[in-house]
């Protein structure tokens, strides 16, 4: 009765439509920290992380998150932490799976292919080292006994590996249920530009403001470039632009009648 219920809870949890937000291809890049402490000190990881998936409420703790049929039957409540401890330690393998179960239920997270597939390759390939082992021992014979020492080592490093990625995976997820992916408080607020409704693109920036009587936001016209000015002769100053060069000296130049009459050197 209590395995047709489990099976229940598995389909389940086939039908969540929320996602990971990182998968174990990419929890290594998403804290790469966290990952190498969850390789090198696994039981210390798994137990901190249960015990916040529980909101630090550890009353609430149950063996293996009551997803097997050890689970209330071991005097969790009155000491949790130790239980805790001893499910970290005796029971790594089920002690993440339980987190993650637990996790999934709550927030209706569904495993992606590719990391079923990641999980389904972890088992096979212990299954495969323990099939050879047995082998090894019924036939005596050495080269299967290299064999299945070279699979159990194999193995063993991918079982530690995707667990790591695992509950990297577990501490990701809580970041983001705990709010920790917000803007920090002394980033630099990105660059906003303002556009117009009746304009299908902001207008360009860096245009000088528009001469009188131009129409607002359009660009200037544009100047030719790659055409070098007209040569002057050494000495002389450019001829200015708009304005036709004066005669000298100016017609009229001197005035007639100068100087005045009784004018004395």
């Not at 804290?31 to 090198?40: A, H, K, N, Q």
């Not at 015990?51 to 293996?64: F, Q, S």
């Not at 194999?154 to 990625?165: E, G, I, K």
Request: hydrophobic share 30%.
């Amino acid at each position: 009765m209590a395995s047709q219920e489990y099976l229940n809870k598995m389909q389940v949890r086939q039908n969540y439509r929320n996602l990971w937000h990182t998968d174990l291809m990419r929890t290594i890049q998403a804290d790469t920290p966290y990952c190498c402490f969850s390789l090198w000190c696994a039981p210390c990881a798994s137990y901190l992380l249960r015990k916040r998936a529980l909101y630090g409420d550890m009353t609430r703790y149950t063996c293996c998150a009551g997803y097997m049929p050890c689970s209330g039957r071991c005097g969790e409540s009155r000491c949790p932490e130790f239980c805790l401890a001893t499910e970290v330690f005796l029971c790594f393998g089920n002690s993440v799976a339980s987190t993650r179960f637990l996790l999934q239920d709550e927030f209706n997270i569904q495993t992606t292919q590719c990391d079923n597939c990641i999980i389904g390759f972890m088992f096979c390939l212990q299954q495969l080292a323990c099939i050879f082992s047995i082998v090894a021992m019924i036939v005596g014979s050495e080269e299967i006994q290299e064999a299945s020492q070279l699979l159990s080592c194999l193995s063993d490093m991918v079982y530690c590996t995707v667990c790591a990625c695992m509950q990297t995976q577990h501490k990701v997820e809580m970041d983001k249920r705990d709010g920790k992916f917000g803007p920090q408080p002394m980033a630099v607020p990105p660059v906003q530009h303002m556009s117009r409704l009746d304009q299908p693109y902001p207008p360009t920036v860096g245009y000088p403001p528009p001469a009188y009587g131009a129409a607002y936001g359009q660009p200037p016209p544009q100047q030719s470039y790659g055409q070098p000015p007209p040569p002057q002769a050494y000495g002389q100053p450019p001829p200015q632009q708009g304005y036709p060069a004066p005669a000298y000296p100016p017609a009229g130049y001197p005035a007639s009648g100068y100087p005045p009459p009784g004018y004395q050197k």
